[in-house]
């Protein structure tokens, strides 16, 4: 079973988990709905996290989510967005610096989500894009970057 932290401390938690059951791992990272508390001291937790247990077996769950952005508020949806961003960017680095998988939450921003893979990620590492909901024309944009695909109960919303 593996657990997919949300914040810093889901990841203690999480962790904590994995030292007391043997079959249980995780991965370790910042989710968009938490990227305010995305601080690069935050992120240094995380990574000393990480580096302490072998259950840890990727990073995430991060990404970016579109979903609830305050529409009628634009000077606010793109603070959001900017954070999101930022997060993400950060917890690609770690990923990619780690050698580690990435569990990526894209929910209604799969062109900017495309984006800031295509920038960062070498390809070297296989990754998951986790309960996917975009577009089959995008599934070979991010299989070029050595991304898998895992479909959830979102996709049954529309």
Not at 5 to 29: D, I, M, Q
Not at 37 to 42: A, M, N, Q, R
Not at 115 to 129: P, S
């Amino acid at each position: 079973m593996i657990n997919a932290a949300t914040n810093y401390e889901t990841a203690v938690k999480s962790l904590a988990l994995s030292r007391k059951y043997p079959h249980f791992y995780c991965v370790l990272g910042i989710h968009p709905e938490y990227a305010e508390t995305y601080t690069p001291e935050t992120l240094q937790k995380i990574e000393a996290l990480i580096s302490s247990s072998p259950a840890v077996v990727g990073i995430g769950e991060t990404g970016l989510d579109y979903h609830y952005l305050p529409k009628d508020d634009p000077e606010e949806c793109s603070r959001i967005k900017q954070l999101q961003k930022e997060n993400f960017t950060a917890n690609i680095r770690l990923a990619e610096r780690l050698s580690l998988p990435l569990v990526v939450h894209d929910r209604d921003a799969h062109r900017d989500t495309l984006a800031l893979l295509r920038e960062t990620v070498t390809g070297k590492t296989e990754h998951v894009l986790h309960c996917y909901s975009g577009s089959a024309e995008l599934v070979r944009d991010f299989t070029a970057l050595n991304f898998s695909f895992s479909v959830g109960g979102v996709l049954t919303f529309k």
